[in-house]
């Protein structure tokens, strides 16, 4: 049989550069060998367990490169990795372990007293602890193993990941994710974004999540490159190791707080190739202004859990320009329409439903066979639950989620069209459109809008050029300005709070 093992690919990667720094903390350096070696380790360690095939290993720790160490080990072992939000509290991990129910659950020290009862519900589960400065009782467990571990080879199909979708209304579900998934799309953003062994990529971005952990990590790990490794984002750190990096991976707010500090200038991008941003959308006017400050042109590109990457704007100069407000075109091997409510595709320019298939989109949501189901169409395309629109460059614009899609007195209304011209507006920062509660029309536009700095904006103003410039059943009822708009750690505006913040009208 011939190996899919995720890590097997990686390490076709980096094989050649052992000695090679893999990873730069502020304290050490860690090189591919130290990489290989830790994993396996871990691998061998898990492998002892005799676990069943398909055992999960829930991991909710502190980012480390121990971390990612227990990432690359769990796959060599062939066992499925479950990553959680370091955010999530009691009440939501007793969800995930009871949905998943781990055999193995690694935590900090300072939640085992609570994680380990809410494991032990499933008979068997071994509890061990991960910290951020490498040391816990795990990194014990496995240091009695040798270091050399024959990769568990693996069928293309096989389950490696399970990531639970930051679900925002109802259960989080838990994507499943195969090899083959993450396989394929590594692979193609290896040769897409033009990867280099000699490339050195700013690490800023969580673990438990697609972005920091399969686009950054498998990029860096595939091509043999250098991470810096940093915890998260801080602009001191940024600013200090942007001029020896090449790579930047990150969320739109990480490029709004580069901009935000008057050090951030064209010198220190000077070895800088590639700045991506994704996970939510970036604004036009960030992906313009660090255009001007820095010399270059984000790329920006859409993804998801479910799917890991769909679409890229041009890394090449000859595959076209990097197009602002735009997510590019879908990634070789990737297929993606944009259809009405009968699956019917829809001419260029006009909004519809974001379907796709390809080698890298899920095989369904764990243990919901009735939600899997509902989420793929009779033909096999995967609903991502983003509305977009095809520009006249064949790109991708998208609009927004379709829950967040607000039926006011029988129109569809798209928040982004809304939000695009409140943006325009002078002296105005960012802002977030929701549809809330209305007796007479169903739901009823709300605009929320956070200022410049040091501007003060008026609300009945802001309904006032709207009302010249769209119809009347868009201009919000009601605008609030705010000093801030509610993100999650992806960077994404939560809009179910403002719906819930907003609701009286
Ligand atoms: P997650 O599964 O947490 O990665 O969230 C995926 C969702 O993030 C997508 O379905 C989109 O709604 C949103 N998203 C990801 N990348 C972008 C982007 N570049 N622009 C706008 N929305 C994005």
């Not at 609009?399 to 069209?417: A, C, H, M, Q, T």
């Not at 169903?442 to 609300?459: F, N, S």
């Amino acid at each position: 049989m011939s190996d899919t093992n995720l890590y097997s690919v990686l390490h076709t990667g980096f094989s050649a550069r052992l000695d090679a720094v893999a990873i730069q903390t502020p304290q050490r350096n860690y090189t591919f060998h130290d990489i290989d070696a830790g994993s396996g380790r871990v691998a061998a360690w898990l492998a002892s367990l005799r676990l069943p095939v398909g055992s999960r290993v829930a991991v909710q720790v502190e980012k480390s490169p121990e971390a990612l160490m227990l990432y690359l080990g769990t796959l060599r072992a062939g066992l499925v990795y479950l990553p959680l939000n370091t955010a999530y509290r009691e009440s939501e991990i007793a969800y995930f372990l009871g949905d998943a129910e781990p055999a193995v659950v690694v935590c900090s020290g300072a939640n085992k007293d609570w994680v380990e009862p809410l494991a032990q519900r499933n008979p068997g589960s071994r509890v061990v602890t991960l910290e951020e400065d490498g040391s816990g009782t795990l990194i014990d467990a496995v240091s009695g193993f040798e270091p050399a571990f024959q990769t568990v080879a693996c069928a293309p199909d096989d389950l490696a990941v399970i990531l639970y979708t930051s679900g925002t209304t109802g259960r989080s579900k838990g994507a499943m994710l195969s090899h083959k998934n993450m396989v394929s799309n590594a692979q193609v953003l290896h040769t897409y974004w033009g990867w280099r062994s000699d490339d050195v990529l700013l690490h800023m971005l969580p673990i438990f999540h697609v972005h920091g952990l399969f686009v950054a990590a498998h990029g860096a790990l595939l091509a043999g490159a250098r991470m810096i490794w940093l915890p998260k984002f801080d602009l001191e750190q940024a600013l200090h190791y942007l001029p020896e990096s090449t790579v930047m991976m990150g969320v739109p707010t990480f490029y709004v707080r580069l901009l935000s500090d008057a050090r951030f200038n064209h010198d220190l991008c000077a070895r800088m190739r590639l700045f991506v941003s994704g996970s939510a959308p970036l604004l036009t006017d960030t992906f313009e202004s660090f255009q001007a400050r820095s010399g270059h042109t984000i790329l920006e590109r859409y993804g998801m859990s479910e799917t890991v990457m769909l679409t890229s704007n041009p890394y090449r100069p000859i595959d076209g320009p990097r197009v602002g407000g735009t997510v590019g075109r879908p990634l070789p091997g990737v297929s993606v329409r944009v259809v009405d409510d009968n699956l019917q595709p829809l001419p260029d320019g006009e909004i519809g439903h974001i379907q796709v298939r390809g080698d890298n989109v899920f095989s369904g949501y764990w243990r919901m066979p009735e939600k899997t189901k509902e989420e793929f169409t009779p033909d096999g395309w995967f609903r991502t639950g983003d509305m977009g629109r095809w520009n006249e460059q064949g790109y991708l614009v998208i609009v927004g989620r379709s829950k967040d899609l607000i039926i006011s007195g029988g129109f569809n209304i798209y928040p982004k069209e809304i939000e695009t011209l409140i943006d325009d507006m002078p002296g105005v920062a960012e802002s977030a459109v929701v549809g809330v509660p209305h007796a007479d029309f169903g739901e009823a536009v709300v605009a929320i809008v956070v200022p410049r700095q040091g501007v003060a904006l008026d609300a009945l103003q802001i309904q006032a050029t709207l009302k010249n410039s769209i119809a009347n059943f868009k201009v919000p009822k009601k605008v609030h300005v705010v000093p801030e708009l509610p993100r999650n750690t992806m960077g994404k505006v939560q809009k179910n709070v403002l719906r819930d913040q907003y609701k009286g009208i």
